[in-house]
């Protein structure tokens, strides 16, 4: 990619979140992930070249320097900041205007900055590919996968209730979505396999931003995102099917719907418990065992009772709750510690530099994170450790998995694909064709300091919500 002759041309809308907004290049596998910003600030950007240069500087170094550590770099890409020409990125925005799902349109992307942040396309990472069959892909975004188990939390329901399953009360009841989600956190992260089938298979029924599936590198099934024939069970099923047909199946041609969707979860569940290729132990996530079922989730609770160990430690999603982990006081008990280090800023405004509020997120961010007293002993210290450790685990509940899957041909096993590429392959050999796949974990950015009081006011009012509603319940 040479910056001084981009061409929008070569560059198609990917997708987008809440806070950018992502290009993919046609033909190479690699995507540009631009800043957006509130529509009403379209004519005057809320920071200058140099912020937003130090935004997006700031988010390669948090997920290289901090989040790579405690996810573990196999699954970790941090990319590059790259500076794009400003005519290129007006061109740009004109193209994929249109594309753009109506509901995300309340903010515009960054045009006057020209930083992106420069990634590996993940939904098509270069596999093992000797059929040239188009690389399948799903992104999940798991969201908190344990209950808080915090002495400071008020309400006996949140530790019963997780915090997912509480939250789909106050979307539908302020308007976000139409239809709650039956998706449980708890049922995905337990390790148990019929939990995990359950957990997914809720995920297809109600996507909301909890799940998309591409095939090729293009999205082929997401919630609300505007793409012709998503959201439909049996488009979704059309694409899955070549896939599937093996064995017997593709001799007698035909396979249930059912028995398709059952394939492919397994493989999907195969590989969020696989070790990613990595080495590692073959220990079980034993914390907060007994507190690992949600009483909201409709999976079968007898059936639950048993054999939910919880996932491989060498797993993906062993190490994205193991990071979540690090809330260990619950918003409730953090609250006052981030008010301590508030207070101490307002008294000490020089000081926010030198405890790295705003960054930067380097090695020494890590240790301010690692180095906490145990206790806490009305130390700064003390209160800046944890409102660092409690952002590192907003980002992990906000981060999305990625399963990139090709079907492997067992015949050629030999190829270690291309080198300084971080990624794993692995040959899963269960019961449907054998997948090649890669796995990783995106969205990765910081969390900002002062949205703490914000997180304290949206438990309150999603725990009031849920309270209300289940009581209304017959
Ligand atoms: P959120 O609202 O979840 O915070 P965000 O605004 O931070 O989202 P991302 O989640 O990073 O944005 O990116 C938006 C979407 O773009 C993702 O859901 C994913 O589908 C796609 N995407 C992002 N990075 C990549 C990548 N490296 N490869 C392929 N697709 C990507
Ligand atoms: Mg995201
Ligand atoms: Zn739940
Ligand atoms: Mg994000």
């Not at 809330?327 to 101490?344: A, C, K, S, W």
Request: aromatic fraction near 8%; proline fraction near 6%; include cysteine.
């Amino acid at each position: 990619m040479e910056l001084d002759k981009m061409d929008e041309n070569e560059w198609r809308y990917h997708g987008e979140g809440n806070k950018s907004l992502v290009v993919s290049h046609v033909q190479l596998s690699i995507v540009l992930r631009l800043l957006k910003y509130p529509a009403e600030d379209s004519e005057n950007p809320p920071q200058t070249v140099e912020q937003a240069f130090r935004q997006v500087q700031n988010i390669v170094d948090f997920s290289s320097n901090v989040m790579s550590c405690l996810l573990g770099e196999k699954f970790v890409h941090s990319g590059e900041v790259v500076k794009l020409p400003l005519e290129f990125v007006r061109q740009l925005s004109i193209k994929v205007q249109h594309q753009r799902p109506a509901w995300r349109c309340d903010k515009v992307m960054d045009i006057y900055s020209g930083c992106a942040l420069c990634l590996p396309n993940l939904t098509s990472p270069t596999l093992h590919q000797p059929t040239h069959t188009p690389t399948l892909c799903i992104e999940i975004k798991p969201k908190c996968g344990f209950l808080p188990y915090s002495k400071h939390v008020s309400q006996d329901i949140k530790t019963k209730v997780c915090r997912f399953c509480m939250h789909q009360h106050y979307k539908v009841a302020m308007g976000t979505w139409k239809r709650r989600s039956r998706y449980c956190p708890l049922d995905l992260f337990s390790g148990n396999r019929q939990r995990m089938h359950f957990a997914i298979r809720q995920l297809i029924d109600e996507p909301q931003n909890n799940l998309k599936i591409f095939k090729g590198g293009r999205c082929i099934f997401s919630s609300m995102d505007g793409i012709e024939d998503s959201m439909d069970l049996n488009s979704l099923l059309h694409h899955l099917r070549p896939y599937f047909q093996y064995g017997n199946n593709r001799i007698n041609s035909h396979m249930t719907s059912k028995a398709l969707l059952t394939d492919f979860i397994q493989v999907v569940v195969n590989a969020l418990l696989s070790a990613g290729g990595g080495d590692g132990g073959v220990g079980t996530d034993r914390r907060g065992e007994g507190r690992s079922f949600c009483e909201a989730s409709l999976f079968n609770k007898e059936r639950s009772r048993h054999g939910s160990q919880g996932s491989p430690s060498d797993s993906v999603l062993y190490r994205v709750r193991q990071t979540q982990m690090l809330d260990t006081l619950d918003i409730e008990g953090l609250y006052p510690l981030y008010r301590r280090v508030e207070q101490h800023l307002q008294d000490f405004p020089k000081e926010r530099t030198r405890l790295q509020m705003d960054g930067p997120y380097n090695e020494a961010f890590l240790e301010k994170l690692h180095k906490c007293p145990s206790e806490d002993d009305g130390s700064l210290e003390y209160a800046v450790s944890k409102v660092h450790q409690y952002r590192v685990a907003m980002t992990a509940k906000d981060s999305q998995i990625m399963v990139a899957l090709v079907p492997s041909c067992e015949e050629e096993e030999d190829d270690e694909g291309l080198p300084g590429q971080r990624q794993h392959r692995d040959f899963l050999s269960s019961r449907p064709p054998a997948f090649s796949y890669s796995v990783s974990i995106l969205d990765l950015d910081p969390k900002p300091f002062d949205n703490i009081p914000r997180q304290l006011r949206l438990d309150q009012n999603i725990v009031s919500c849920y309270l209300r509603s289940s009581c209304a319940l017959p």
